[in-house]
């Protein structure tokens, strides 16, 4: 589903200091619903950082050329590759064949809200489903949002009550708890809480 966490929790992990260390090189690609293959490689290519040909010289090269010079710039190396947003299967087959399978412990995560795409990637893919939160994570995320703190302890009763209300209504999704907590951070008065409150009711 969107807004579950699929972009965040890669990022996390792209981003974590013994992940760094692990890989050689890494590169992060959003792929999204439309894509075009020879501009996926070349921003894979930049986001590797490999830099033995110019920008122009790599623009005038065909896919297959592009695939070329990626395998060849991979070989030896531990890579990570995020591909964060893929909608189609075909997306992943068009640029594959340039991912070398060295044993070396490379690695590439795939962020989709598709289950077919999760799901037939090859016998050797992990799927990893995210959960939906709880609704103490939930409250807590939207506390940090609406009050700027997660634990909300000086908040009136009343306040509270009607967040919790509403934060039932977002069923877990971060993305909902989020937007909510951010509508409501701004409004001081209990009556717009409950103005939208009464507007979510209706949905
Ligand atoms: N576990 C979490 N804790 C706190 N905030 C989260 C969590 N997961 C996601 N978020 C927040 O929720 C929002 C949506 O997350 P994200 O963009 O990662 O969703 P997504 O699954 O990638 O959605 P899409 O399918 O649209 O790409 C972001 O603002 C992110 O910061
Ligand atoms: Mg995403």
Known sequence: MGGLGKTTLAGKLYHHLDVK??????AWV?????????????????SFGFKTKKTKELNLMNEEGLERYLHESLQGCSYLLVADDIWK??????????FPDCNNGSRVIITTRSQEVAEV???????HKLRFLTFDESWQLFCEKAFGNPN?????????????????KCGGLPLAVIVLGGLLSNKTQLEKWKAVRD???QI
């Open 199 to 201: 507007h979510i009711w």
């Open 21 to 26: 260390r692990k890989f050689n090189c890494r």
């Open 30 to 46: 959003c792929v999204s619903q439309d894509y075009n293959t020879h501009d996926l490689l070349l921003r894979i290519i930049s």
């Open 152 to 168: 909300a302890n000086s908040v009136e009763e009343q306040w509270k009550t009607l967040g919790m209300e509403m934060v039932q």
């Open 121 to 127: 990637l090859d016998e050797r893919t992990y799927a």
């Open 89 to 98: 299967k075909e997306a992943w087959e068009s640029f594959k064949r340039a």
